[in-house]
């Protein structure tokens, strides 16, 4: 599948080189129920903001992959070796994945900021340099794509020539 430049890119946090590892090899990546944005929920693209435990490559956007499927499971049933984790019994979402791969460039963080999902799409993700480029930018600019995203369209650039 090749994306189209307005195709739904969640960014995901990626705390710990574990599940770096399961992401690779066994192709999936969990996330809270509770706690993914509604608009990321069955995004065609995961990417991964990578925290401190990642030493050369922390705060920064490396990875990413496509999503083959979106399931519904218990913690518990993901990582069974951790039965007594105190939200072992809590839902989560197991985001199917195809293959790991790494951005043109890395997306950084230039300050420190605390990041837990961010919901953006496939251009703003090949083009951006900065963490803040995948934002829509201001609050006017917000409720623009709001207000579009509800009608079901986004504006194309051509869809201007006759203004």
Do not use: C
Not at 13 to 39: E, F, G, T
Not at 84 to 97: D, F, I, T, W
Request: glycine share 2%.
């Amino acid at each position: 599948m090749q994306p189209n430049r307005y195709t739904t890119v969640l960014v995901a946090i990626m705390n710990n080189p574990r599940d770096l590892a399961i992401a690779r090899a066994q192709h999936w990546y969990r996330i809270p129920l509770d706690k993914v944005p509604q608009r990321g929920v069955n995004a065609p693209i995961l990417a991964f903001y990578q925290t401190k435990a990642f030493d050369e490559q922390k705060w920064s956007i490396n990875y990413y992959a496509h999503t083959t499927a979106w399931e519904v499971v218990r913690r518990i049933d993901l990582l069974p070796e951790e039965s007594q984790h105190p939200r072992a019994n809590e839902r989560y979402y197991k985001v199917h994945l195809g293959e790991l791969r790494l951005l043109p460039h890395p997306i950084v963080s230039r300050k420190w900021r605390r990041i837990a999902f961010i919901v953006t799409h496939w251009e703003r993700l090949q083009v951006a340099h900065e963490i803040s480029e995948l934002l829509h930018g201001s609050i006017w600019e917000e409720h623009l794509w709001k207000a579009l995203r509800k009608m079901g369209r986004l504006a194309e650039e051509d869809d201007f020539d006759d203004w």
